[in-house]
T-cell receptor
Framework: EPEVTQTPSHQVTQMGQEVILRCVPI?????FYWYRQILGQKVEFLVS????????KSEIFDDQFSVERPDGSNFTLKIRSTKLEDSAMYFC????????????FGQGTRLTVV | DAKTTQPNSMESNEEEPVHLPCNHS???????IHWYRQLPSQGPEYVIH???SNVNNRMASLAIAEDRKSSTLILHRATLRDAAVYYC??????????FGKGTRLSVIA
């Protein structure tokens, strides 16, 4: 069964450092998403991406964040200068269409900022 | 986005049916009702979705009230693997999925 894969599974970084979280969406999917979940809290939407551009973003997704689809298979989330409060699970998701279809989520990357 | 109300937690015995309720009284006429679940230490997983009619798939059934102000996710025979947080998500058009707190389902052997 096709799946969304995320690497690394766990990343530890020092405050102020840049991190790139990587995702390989399902190959025929066109819509891509990043979500995050701070420990013990809700899954929060960050950004959606379609046709090589951001289609929607939340208030959380500020100038410290960026997304990219560099090569037609990977989908990355970059955090420019990490803060302690960026520590969370980050989930990538993809879907073949945007309206009323199933979104497939990856297993997540646990980011720990120290 | 329509506001949803789900019980914080529910418990079920293994191999018994489970009915997970969701109130979404502010839902608009074109919102589909999506259900996802999140097993421990995993990403969310799609369960089922529907608009007006009841829906069945291999995982579950979705019963939607006639006035669409509530719905019930039905797991026909709960297994230990079904222990998860279940999210009811009314979705407007092509807006992203918005997760609430969901219902934490415990399954007792």
């Amino acid at each position: 069964e096709p799946e969304v894969t995320q690497t690394p599974s766990h990343q530890v970084t020092q405050m102020g450092q840049e991190v790139i979280l990587r995702c390989v969406p399902i190959s025929n999917h066109l819509y891509f998403y990043w979500y995050r979940q701070i420990l013990g809290q809700k899954v929060e939407f960050l950004v959606s991406f379609y046709n090589n551009e951001i289609s929607e973003k939340s208030e959380i997704f500020d100038d410290q964040f960026s997304v990219e689809r560099p090569d037609g298979s990977n989908f990355t989330l970059k955090i420019r200068s990490t803060k302690l409060e960026d520590s969370a699970m980050y989930f990538c998701a993809s879907s073949v269409a945007q309206m009323n279809t199933e979104a497939f989520f990856g297993q997540g990357t646990r980011l720990t900022v120290v | 986005d329509a506001k949803t109300t789900q019980p914080n937690s529910m418990e079920s015995n293994e191999e018994e049916p489970v009915h997970l309720p969701c109130n979404h009284s502010t839902i608009s006429g074109t919102d589909y009702i999506h259900w996802y679940r999140q097993l421990p230490s995993q990403g969310p997983e799609y369960v089922i979705h529907g608009l007006t009619s009841n829906v069945n798939n291999r995982m579950a059934s979705l019963a939607i009230a006639e006035d669409r102000k509530s719905s019930t996710l039905i797991l026909h025979r709960a297994t230990l693997r079904d222990a998860a947080v279940y999210y009811c998500i009314p979705r407007t058009g092509n807006t992203p999925l918005v997760f609430g707190k969901g219902t934490r389902l415990s399954v007792i052997a």
